[in-house]
């Protein structure tokens, strides 16, 4: 938990529905932040129209969301997200899985007990309960109550609707930046785009499924299912990517860094 220099805050807790003091919850876990911060201190990027990169040196939290017990819940989870998406990234060839077409994958750790499943739902849960700036563009409207739930049986088939896909970044601006989760529509060849949300750690990209309907082939066949290994797909660079303009231009054009500020 970061250091803090103000009063514990009652509130009503998102998880629990009590009035309780509030602690400050993380969005994303603060340990994605240290990995960021050798030779600088992070920036929180927002796809948000208007928003500023903001120097965040241990990431973003909220005071106005969680209670402490509930906070805890988050943990095994976070921990989990830590081991496989900064512990376990490193790009070693015996990760690299081929499809036998000149395709291929890197192999993500995940257990069978749905915990990396948690672990990125339960990002999105919290920046869609926050009232930070960067996370004002998340509604998940009746999915918020359906992934709580899921989050409460994550064994369970509720869950499972909202799985993703991951692609794995090698190169220093796919390392180096990360954002909080914001909406991302998959165009289809018939019928409207399907909804979802991207964030990004450092060196991963994760789009979150938040629609009932499937994945559309052939990103059906690459989507995290329990049960099954978890592959991510390569992309060299975010830098080549229109996905990943705007966030490029911030470290390549100097005029557009953050103040020195510190919020
Ligand atoms: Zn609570």
Same mark, same amino acid.
């Given at each position: 938990?970061? @250091?803090?220099?103000?009063?514990?805050?009652a509130?009503i807790?998102?998880?629990?529905?009590? @009035?309780?003091?509030?602690v400050?919850?993380h969005?994303?876990? @603060?340990?994605?932040?240290?990995?960021?911060?050798?030779?600088?201190?992070?920036?929180v990027?927002?796809s948000?129209?208007?928003?500023?990169?903001k120097?965040?040196? @241990?990431?973003?939290?909220?005071? =106005?969301?969680?209670?402490?017990?509930?906070?805890?819940?988050f943990?095994?989870?976070?921990?989990y997200?830590?081991h496989?998406?900064?512990?376990? $990234?490193?790009?070693?060839?015996?990760?690299?899985?081929s499809?036998g077409?000149?395709?291929?994958?890197?192999?993500?750790?995940?257990? $069978?007990?749905?915990?990396?499943?948690?672990?990125?739902?339960?990002?999105?849960?919290?920046?869609s309960?926050? *009232?930070?700036?960067?996370?004002?563009r998340?509604r998940?409207?009746?999915?918020?109550?359906?992934?709580?739930?899921?989050?409460?049986n994550?064994l =369970?088939?509720?869950?499972?609707k909202?799985?993703?896909?991951?692609?794995?970044?090698?190169?220093?601006?796919?390392?180096?930046?990360? *954002? =909080?989760?914001h909406p991302?529509?998959?165009?289809?060849?018939?019928?409207?785009?399907?909804?979802?949300?991207?964030?990004?750690?450092?060196g991963?990209?994760?789009i979150?499924?938040?629609?009932?309907?499937?994945?559309?082939?052939?990103?059906d066949?690459?989507?995290?299912q329990? =049960?099954?290994?978890?592959?991510?797909?390569?992309?060299?660079s975010?830098?080549?990517?229109?996905?990943?303009?705007?966030? *490029?231009?911030?470290? *390549?054009?100097?005029?557009?860094?953050?103040?020195?500020?510190?919020?």
């Amino acid at each position: 938990m970061p @250091s803090r220099n103000h009063e514990q805050r009652a509130g009503i807790c998102a998880w629990c529905n009590e @009035s309780k003091k509030l602690v400050d919850a993380h969005i994303i876990p @603060s340990a994605f932040y240290d990995s960021l911060s050798d030779g600088g201190v992070p920036l929180v990027l927002s796809s948000l129209p208007g928003f500023r990169p903001k120097k965040r040196p @241990s990431g973003t939290y909220d005071s =106005g969301i969680l209670c402490e017990d509930c906070e805890r819940r988050f943990s095994p989870w976070d921990d989990y997200g830590v081991h496989v998406f900064r512990d376990q $990234a490193h790009l070693e060839n015996s990760r690299y899985v081929s499809d036998g077409q000149g395709g291929r994958y890197f192999q993500v750790e995940s257990n $069978a007990d749905g915990r990396l499943l948690c672990f990125v739902t339960s990002v999105l849960w919290r920046a869609s309960v926050s *009232t930070q700036n960067e996370y004002m563009r998340i509604r998940l409207g009746p999915h918020a109550d359906l992934i709580k739930h899921g989050l409460l049986n994550p064994l =369970g088939e509720s869950l499972e609707k909202y799985s993703f896909v991951i692609t794995r970044f090698t190169d220093l601006v796919g390392n180096k930046t990360m *954002t =909080g989760p914001h909406p991302f529509s998959i165009q289809l060849r018939h019928g409207s785009p399907l909804n979802a949300y991207v964030m990004s750690l450092p060196g991963w990209s994760l789009i979150v499924k938040v629609d009932q309907r499937n994945w559309p082939t052939p990103l059906d066949q690459i989507a995290y299912q329990l =049960g099954k290994p978890t592959l991510a797909l390569m992309n060299e660079s975010k830098n080549y990517t229109g996905h990943w303009k705007g966030i *490029t231009e911030i470290f *390549t054009n100097p005029a557009s860094q953050p103040s020195s500020k510190i919020k």
